[in-house]
Nanobody, 124 residues
């Protein structure tokens, strides 16, 4: 029933920008907090950014603060992640996830529904 689809991943040189999009269907979108997570081979999956249900208050991990911006459009059931000043360490599969019953969280265990991911590769 719940369907989450990410898009926008690509190969980009360090210092460049990408915009990822997450389209969500199958539930009342503005009742869910949305998070972006990433995972590279050999690395643990980590939280990148999240945005609250309802009013869309954004939060970012320290590693991307000042470079990434998360936003949501409840009318379109979408969440975007604007990524600027990309670094090779940003490389990974980026996942969009939805959390039910909380206002906002960047903790992986709070998220029940996950997309399939989109690949971001940042070359030196």
């Amino acid at each position: 029933e719940v369907h989450i689809v990410e898009s926008g991943g690509d190969l980009v040189q360090a210092g460049g920008s990408l915009r990822l999009s997450c389209v969500v269907s199958g539930f009342t979108f503005d009742d869910y907090a949305i998070g972006w997570f990433r995972q590279a081979p050999g690395n643990e999956r980590e939280g990148v950014a999240c945005i609250s249900r309802s009013d869309g208050s954004p939060y970012c991990a320290d590693s991307v603060k000042g470079r990434f911006t998360i936003s949501r459009d409840n009318a379109k059931n979408t969440v975007d992640l604007q990524m600027n000043s990309l670094k090779p360490e940003d490389t990974g599969v980026y996942y969009c996830a939805a959390a039910d019953g909380i206002y906002v969280s960047i903790l992986e265990y709070d998220y029940k529904y996950w997309g399939q991911g989109t690949q971001v590769t940042v070359s030196p």
